[in-house]
């Protein structure tokens, strides 16, 4: 884990999306119920956890979700259980069972990267939100996950996309109604306005709530060097001159070529450096399939 | 170049008439500025190339699909790119009426617009439209671009058409310009680099330059304080006493210590602390901050409130006033119907009084006659709200007088508030008028009942913080009538909820529709001549006004459990917390008697 020092960035820019971020989720938690964050243990919804707590005062009044597709890079695991314990997080975690067990997978050379994906992460997450798959939910007692059967459905998700990532995110909403099947119909969306957010919902929506829409990859970082946040190591050169920008399962995630050892060597990386034009998520592989491929995942539920 | 995030950040919005050239301007600005990605300008030639096209800068933006989307930081929403001067989020809001609603979507963000207009075809119907909808917005900064100005042979009397019929609109808006540029967004003319080739008569600004010189809207710190309250927390966890009124300020500042006063309520309290996570000690707080109060006293404000600095003009309260809409709803917005309204953190009931005047948008002319508002019309309306609300006048603070409007379910009109009416009689009022004037009373009358049941019929109201104590309360009331031979019904809560109100889907925020309910059912129950009781959590004294209005003639009788919060002043009786239930009981029951709703028990040393 790594704990950079406050930083004395002072920023209008960071503050005003801070502020938005905020209100966006303090708006989700008085109008919704059953509401869940996603924790996809990257550095995106690791800020908004952290705005999280800045909106509650220290407190996160609702349970975080990871979709664990048990490919995931090690420490991410490692780093996510010592944060969930630091911060006596109420943490779920939900995986495609089955598919693991019957081995239906990219890695066991059965799916493609797209089907992988949508098998472990789209039908993962959908089933572990309406509570139809079991859930492994964190004991602090315990100090352990503890599985949880016919929990709950969650109707309010919140999710840490962000505009700049491609070009299907640009299309979103801070407040994204999807009907039962997760469906997104892009040229039919609410307005918004003078913060003013769709939050009346026939039932049977979905909701998914993006506080982070308007930050870019270099806010981020900004913002983690500027608040301290704790973000995975992986994240950082650890003396072999690779790190990652973006976190993934690790069939389809490459380090990219970087010698940034700390916050501040990324954001000059980012601003200046050789990744001031190129895409974040080029170390991504499953975004080059099928074109637009990641649209295709999002409009089938995909985050 | 500056590189610190001290850096200025400006929102433009793009607009105009479908195919004016938006995103061919969009395109143009990102290349001629060096803001896309390496390689990005080359892959898209080839692909044109590739599929035997010309290539346009347009395609640069049509990124939703295709073979480039996991490369690509522009998009066709918002692109973000930098001059010397500022950061820019350029938002490419549709042309096409049918995307008005994300249109308005993208303007509303913005601080700036764009304005093309297509020099061959002129002023169209979204133009207008568009400029009316920005002047609304209360962006005041706009740049007219008339575009294409190569396919009209760089004429400059081409340009100063447009300009002169456009500048006559905008007056009529009073919308003041900041400049009309001769542009063309496919050559790039005037719009990064200047060509005095082609249009030597302009010696104006470039658009780059002129978006450089536009300078950030006043500060809303000079305006006086509103803080809608967002929501109230208490958050037990690790032992956590704080109740935080939690939201964003609007306008204004504020320092601990300082005399507040909440609106609609007009509750009064001091500014205790300033609360904020993972953030130094501080004692202010100003426009746009995300932050949290405690308060000096122990005072019981609900969201939806505003709260203001005692020693600063207050905001206007009052059910009724004269706005101006847009309306993107599918079904038109009538009279009749019930709406409801989002303004600051406050939702509520909303009818709609009057049209006074529609502007119609393919000429823009007043019409006075329509009842209603049709999709994409702009309006002037009388409103009318269930609840007092509180506001201000858009030219006084500008977010404090614009609101949205939902009806079912969506955001379907959006608008400003010019002024606030005379709260002349109510809707509930009128209603209840009317109701009383053509009741059917069948002949049977309250007297007969009242004597043929040995006492007469009355709503009562319990309110208090806890729905179970009162629950608990209510049902002894009932049993303990019932047992002395009384008519007395106890409407469970959670009955009418499953049915008389399973269409109503969002508790808190219906309260006023719940209430509602609950009033007519009293009426009902009343005429019935039983003993009607009803509880009601956290009630304040508009619920109950309301209540006894619709449940009239008859009074309603309020007992009230707990302290008197502030809101709720005017119990008939008022009870502590933690009475001992068949306490609460019997002093129900006394305050029947007394009132003689129910014969005075026999007295017992009579025997």
């Known amino acids: 884990m790594n704990e950079p020092k406050n930083g004395t960035l002072e920023s209008s820019t960071l503050d005003r999306l801070e502020a938005q971020s905020v209100h966006i989720l303090r708006e989700a938690y008085r109008e919704f119920k059953n509401l869940v964050m996603l924790w996809s243990i990257g550095k995106d919804s690791t800020v908004l956890l952290w705005l999280a707590r800045k909106a509650f005062f220290g407190h996160v009044p609702f349970p975080l979700m990871h979709i664990d597709t048990d490919h995931k890079i090690p420490q991410m695991i490692i780093y996510r259980d010592e944060i969930v314990r630091k911060w006596r997080l109420n943490m779920i975690v939900g995986r495609n069972a089955r598919a693991l067990a019957e081995k239906r997978t990219f890695p066991d050379g059965v799916l493609t990267r797209l089907e992988c994906c949508k098998a472990l992460k789209t039908e993962a997450l959908k089933h572990t939100l309406s509570g139809e798959w079991p859930r492994l939910r964190f004991d602090h007692e315990a100090g352990r996950y503890v599985e949880e059967r016919h929990g709950e459905a969650f109707t309010g998700v919140i999710v840490g996309v962000r505009a700049d990532e491609e070009g299907s995110r640009s299309k979103e909403r801070y407040f994204s109604p999807r009907d039962r099947e997760s469906d997104w119909n892009t040229s039919d969306q609410p307005p918004e306005l003078w913060r003013q957010y769709k939050t009346d919902f026939a039932p049977g929506t979905h909701i998914r709530v993006h506080p982070l829409l308007d930050w870019t990859e270099l806010d981020i970082w900004e913002y983690i060097g500027r608040e301290g946040i704790p973000v995975t190591s992986l994240y950082f050169d650890g003396g072999e001159g690779k790190r990652y920008r973006s976190l993934g399962c690790y069939p389809c995630t490459k380090p990219v070529d970087s010698k940034s050892a700390t916050v501040a060597d990324i954001v000059a990386e980012i601003k200046t450096g050789r990744f001031a034009r190129v895409a974040e998520r080029a170390g991504r592989d499953q975004d080059k399939e099928d074109g637009g491929g990641l649209e295709t995942l999002r409009r089938e539920g995909y985050m | ?607």
């Open chain 2, 1 to 607: 170049m500056t590189q610190g995030r001290d850096m200025e950040q400006m929102n433009v919005v793009v607009v105009g008439h479908v195919d004016h050239g938006k995103s061919t301007l969009l395109g143009r600005l990102m290349a001629d500025t060096h803001s896309l990605p390496d390689g990005k300008l080359d892959q898209v030639r080839a692909t044109c190339a590739r599929n035997a096209k010309p290539f346009e800068y347009a395609f640069l933006l049509d990124a939703l699909k295709d073979e480039q989307s996991q490369g690509i930081t522009i998009d066709t929403a918002r692109c973000f790119f930098k001059t010397e001067r500022r950061r820019y989020i350029l938002i490419d809001a549709p042309g096409h009426v049918e995307f008005l609603r994300n249109m308005i979507t993208g303007a509303a963000r913005a601080e700036a617009a764009l304005l093309l207009i297509d020099a061959r075809e002129g002023i169209q119907e979204n133009s207008r439209r568009h400029g009316y909808i920005i002047s609304m917005l209360g962006i005041k900064q706009i740049c007219i671009l008339v575009n294409k100005m190569d396919l009209v042979g760089n004429d400059q009397r081409a340009f100063d058409s447009v300009r002169t019929e456009y500048e006559r609109f905008l007056r009529r808006l009073d919308v003041h310009p900041v400049s009309f540029i001769p542009i063309s967004a496919t050559g790039g003319v005037n719009v990064v680099a200047r060509s005095r080739a082609e249009m030597p008569w302009y010696t104006g600004p470039t658009v780059l330059e002129q978006l450089d010189a536009l300078e950030r809207p006043g500060s809303p710190l000079e305006l006086p304080f509103r803080f809608p309250v967002q929501d109230v927390y208490k958050f037990t966890e690790g032992g956590d006493d704080r109740r935080i009124f939690a939201g964003t300020v609007l306008t204004g500042s504020v320092k601990t210590g300082q005399a507040v006063t909440f609106y609609p309520s007009g509750k009064q309290s001091r500014i205790s602390t300033v609360e904020a996570f993972h953030a130094g000690p501080r004692s202010t707080a100003s426009a746009n901050e995300a932050v949290g109060f405690t308060l000096d006293t122990q005072l019981y404000v609900r969201p939806g409130e505003v709260m203001v600095r005692s020693d600063q003009t207050v905001p206007l309260v009052g059910h009724r006033f004269r706005a101006n809409l847009f309306w993107m709803g599918r079904a038109p917005m009538i009279k009749g119907k019930n709406y409801k309204l989002k303004i600051g953190s406050a939702r509520v009931p909303l009818k709609l009084v009057e049209v006074l005047s529609v502007l119609d948008a393919a000429d823009f002319v007043s019409e006075h006659s329509k009842q209603q508002v049709d999709r994409h019309d702009v309006a002037e309306c009388l409103l009318e709200t269930h609840h007092p609300v509180a506001f201000d006048q858009v030219d006084r603070v500008l977010d404090m007088g614009r609101f949205v409007i939902v009806d079912d379910c969506d955001i379907a009109g959006a608008g400003i508030i010019l002024e606030r009416a005379d709260d002349a009689a109510s809707t509930v009022a009128e209603h209840v008028h009317a109701r009383e004037m053509a009741w059917e009373s069948g002949s049977i009358s309250a007297a007969d009942r009242a004597a043929a049941y040995g006492h007469a019929a009355r709503c009562v109201v319990l309110t208090g913080s806890d729905a179970g104590v009162l629950a608990g309360l209510a049902g002894g009331v009932e049993l303990a009538l019932f047992r002395a031979g009384r008519k007395a019904y106890y409407a469970r809560p959670a009955n009418v909820e499953r049915g008389l109100e399973a269409d109503i889907r969002f508790r808190g925020e219906m309260q006023e529709e719940h209430v509602r309910r609950l009033g007519e059912l009293a009426r009902l129950l009343t005429d019935a001549g039983l003993i009607f009781i009803t509880s009601l959590v956290d009630a304040d004294d508009d619920d109950l006004k309301m209540l006894d209005m619709l449940g009239s003639p008859g009074e309603i009788l309020v007992v009230r459990l707990g302290d008197a919060v502030a809101g709720n002043l005017s119990a008939h009786l008022a009870l502590p917390a933690g009475i001992d239930p068949e306490k609460g009981v019997a002093a129900v029951l006394e305050l029947l008697a007394q009132r003689r709703i129910t014969p005075q028990p026999a007295v017992p040393e009579k025997a």
